[in-house]
Every structure is written in structure tokens, then in C-alpha cells.
């Protein structure tokens, strides 16, 4: 394929009449922060892969600077087919510093224990990346980082994923000392089909079609003091970040959307549960959907849709378990609806996409 048909292929995976057109969620420019290298060294043209996806090769100068979520992962899927490599956004997270998340950063680093830096990470994230969420969760003595890409649209984001998961670790990692190694690595996309670098970077336990995507840790890890903080700045880097910090009220629409996002893979969705997570009735719910111009239904078949094409084109498992993981009681229904939905069977689907994947690497 030409340089010009993986990029239309890309560009156009997700594309569907039945998605709507929100305003794009936004990332600061220093997610870019050693593209430019990380492209030459593999025999790529930076500037001609940025400006493919609509990006101003400029923005790399300012770290402030905001783009669409959606252009960073088109970058990162349209590198690696380029290139050859699998692990590019994993090798990408390798160049990124402590200090990549601006504010969010600058305040962590002056918590004085490790659970509090990361507080900060998962409650300001926002401010750096828009579209990404992390949840911390801890039972029976281990913690769950788990991590969601939200776009709101059916999109191959296997190496934006990635890049999220590596940059994670390596934050956990310079604040627990580099001895340290997490209990598990997962991620809910395909096992690679060449050699990487996630043995490396992760070690031995990680996992792939895993039931979520994310980082599980000792909870005992999170209680150790943070070895950058510095008291006396603590109190000012927290102000800091308040006075910049202008949060959007979520609407019930997204809470609502975000937990479906969440229990539908465990198999635990249905209004009742989304009603007591949120803490209201199941007639509430209905209420707030409708009067923001949908019905639980429509949503629950919306994120059915993007998680549906993430699993189908990034990953191997077998459709039948795919479709029960997405609440479908037989193959042949998960079938008609996907093809209902968009418009090819679930396996011309995966072809298609399978079709612009990076071929099997060679490198070591």
C-alpha cells in the first residue's frame, strides 16, 4: 500500500453516518515530544507524517499548544504501519520525562507519598490529555491503575494505548525507584505478532486480551514516600494547579457513558447497575438521558459500537467471545447487529484493518 492509501484507511476507520460530531477532545503538544526523533531514527519523514494527519509541524516547539486526541492516535497507527514497527507508540513512551505533563507534574512531584502524586495524576489529567482516563481501584492488597481512551467513536488506537500505558509505568517507576516492577502489565488489544520491546520495558508479567487495559501494583507500593517531593513547595504547587484547573461539570450523559465503558466488558451492565453506581434511580437516569437528546439504548448501543470495533480490528479473540463480552447471547446476533451497525460482517471488518496493520517485525 502507498503512503497516501494507509493514510485514507486510517484516517477513515470509525467513520459512520450513526456517530455523532462532539467537539474534539484535546491534548497539549508535548504528547510530541520526541516524535520527531523517534520517526528520523526509523526512516521516517516527521514532518510529512504530521502534516498527513492535519498537524502543524510547529506545535512540536510548543509544548502548550493543543491538537485533537484523535489526530495524536491517527500519528501514532499511521507511524507504525509506516515503519514497520508494532511497539511505536510503546518505543515513543521510552523518550518521555517526568516532567511531560506540565502542571500536572509540577504538582505531583511535591506530594509528599507516592498514592498522593499519583492522586494528582488521575484527578488533573484532564489537563493534559482530555480524552484519557485513569481509574484506581485496590482490593486484597493490590491496586488497579486501569486506563480508557475515550473518543466517543470506533477508532484503532492500539499504539496511542500503548504510549499511555509505557508513560504510566515510567512515572510509577521514577517514583518507586527503577528496582521496582509492577504485579501485571495488561492491555485488552492482541498479543504482538513480532518481537518488541514490552519484556523490557514490563518484564514477564504482562498480559494481552486481557479484560481491561491497564496496571495492577501492591497497594503497600503507593504508601512510600515520594523522593522528589519538597514540602515547602507543596502548598503552592497545589494552588497552582487550582488556578488553572477549570473543570466541566459531566453531565449524566457521560457518567453514564463512562461506566458503560467500564462494566460492559465485566459483564455487569444494565440500568440497575449504572443507577446505583451513580447513586440515583433507574426513572432519574432515564429522565437526564432523554433530555439530553438520547435514551439509555441508544447509548448502550453506541458504546457497544466503539468497543466492539476496537476489539474486532485490533485484536484475535474469536468473535463469539467478543460478542458476549458485549452482551450478545449468540454469535448470530452479535453478527446482524454489527453488520447492521457498520454496514460490513464483523470479519470484513477485521480484514480491513488487519489489512493496514504493521506486518510482522524483524527487528529485534
Known sequence: MTFRDIYLTIRDIGRNPAWGGPMPKLIRAASLNGYPELARSLGLDSTRMLKAVGLAPAMVADPDSRYPVKALIQLMELSASMSN????????????????????????????????????????????????????????????????????????????????????????????????????????????????????????????DHDFTGIVCLSRDLDRPNPMANP??????????????RPKSATTRDQVRHLMLALLPAGRC??????????????????HLVASGTSYTALLDEVRGELAARYVAEGDRRLADIGEVLGFSELSAFSRWFRRKFGVSASAWRAKQHAIAPPKAHHP
Open 85 to 208: 514497527v508494532e511497539d511505536f507508540g510503546l518505543r515513543l513512551s521510552e523518550l518521555r520525562e517526568f516532567t511531560n505533563l506540565g502542571p500536572v507534574s509540577l504538582a505531583a512531584r511535591e506530594e509528599t507519598f507516592v498514592r498522593g502524586a499519583l492522586g494528582v495524576f488521575v484527578g488533573y489529567l484532564h489537563l493534559h490529555n482530555e480524552a484519557l482516563r485513569i481509574d484506581l481501584s485496590e482490593t486484597d492488597g493490590l491496586a488497579t491503575l486501569a486506563l480508557d481512551l475515550d473518543l466517543g467513536e470506533p477508532i484503532v488506537m492500539r499504539q496511542a494505548i500503548e504510549l499511555a500505558v509505557g508513560v504510566l509505568y515510567r512515572i510509577l517507576a521514577q517514583l518507586l525507584g527503577s528496582a521496582w516492577q509492577a504485579e501485571l502489565v495488561a492491555f485488552a488489544h492482541a498479543r504482538p505478532r513480532g518481537a518488541t520491546i514490552h519484556r523490557r520495558m514490563f518484564g514477564s508479567r504482562i498480559a494481552f
Open 232 to 245: 515547602d513547595f507543596r502548598r503552592y504547587a497545589q494552588q497552582y494547579l487550582h488556578l488553572i484547573d
Open 270 to 287: 444494565s440500568l440497575k447497575t449504572v443507577a446505583h453506581n451513580l447513586g440515583i434511580d433507574r426513572q432519574t437516569v432515564h429522565r
